[in-house]
T-cell receptor, first 113, second 112 residues
Framework: DAGVTQSPTHLIKTRGQHVTLRCSPI?????VSWYQQVLGQGPQFIFQ???????GRGNFPDRFSARQFPNYSSELNVNALLLGDSALYLC????????????FGPGTRLLVL | RKEVEQDPGPFNVPEGATVAFNCTYS??????FFWYRQDCRKEPKLLMS???SGNEDGRFTAQLNRASQYISLLIRDSKLSDSATYLC?????????????FGSGTQLTVLP
């Protein structure tokens, strides 16, 4: 079975641009979470979605938004990119997200110049 | 104060050594606890969940002390393949969200 997939794997943008990152969860999983990992730090929670509804949001500005589609895949959008947005963006899926294990995709590595 | 604190290391140990990692968390309402492993430039992968009764998986033993808000991971008979960053992770219920909060990780290098 395929694990969590993310696209693209790498991305280079310039300040002020916007970006859309995509995630497909493990088949049968209904919950998707997004995390940002900057170099040398652990991942930081951005959003969690379950059954297309936002369940939670971390301490990130409104420039960050996300949505989940009927097939449970998800998009993370970041507007008005800043240099500090350069990071590895990780998507994790779980069956319901109710205290269950979250499985991570390989991530999208974003570089903002 | 960080919500989850770990000694960043690095820990450099010879093959066959026993190494212990410690972690503390600040939110007493935390519900679930995990150790994840992350190889260089890869995604985190679940190593093991951590229970109050302690649990063991082969060479790996994890312990949780809720009263002290302390989590540990013990690796026995270290292998070269154990070299990675070990992330202490706490799951918190934030409204209806199940949010993972990560420590900054402890880097382990096992030397031949």
């Amino acid at each position: 079975d395929a694990g969590v997939t993310q696209s693209p794997t790498h991305l280079i943008k310039t300040r002020g641009q916007h970006v859309t990152l995509r995630c497909s969860p493990i088949s049968g999983h209904k919950s998707v979470s997004w995390y940002q990992q900057v170099l040398g730090q652990g991942p930081q929670f951005i959003f969690q979605y379950y059954e297309k509804e936002e369940r939670g949001r971390g301490n990130f500005p409104d420039r960050f938004s996300a949505r989940q589609f009927p097939n449970y895949s998800s998009e993370l959008n970041v507007n008005a990119l800043l240099l500090g947005d350069s990071a590895l963006y990780l998507c994790a899926s779980s069956f319901q997200g109710l205290g269950e294990t979250q499985y991570f995709g390989p991530g999208t590595r974003l570089l903002v110049l | 104060r960080k919500e989850v604190e770990q000694d960043p290391g690095p820990f450099n140990v010879p093959e066959g050594a026993t190494v212990a990692f410690n972690c503390t968390y600040s939110n007493s309402a935390s519900q679930s606890f995990f150790w994840y492993r992350q190889d260089c430039r890869k995604e985190p992968k679940l190593l093991m969940s951590v229970y109050s009764s302690g649990n063991e998986d082969g060479r790996f033993t994890a312990q949780l002390n809720r009263a002290s808000q302390y989590i540990s991971l013990l690796i026995r008979d270290s292998k070269l393949s154990d070299s990675a960053t070990y992330l202490c992770v706490v799951m918190q219920f934030s409204g209806s969200a199940r949010q993972l909060t990560f420590g900054s990780g402890t880097q382990l290098t096992v030397l031949p």
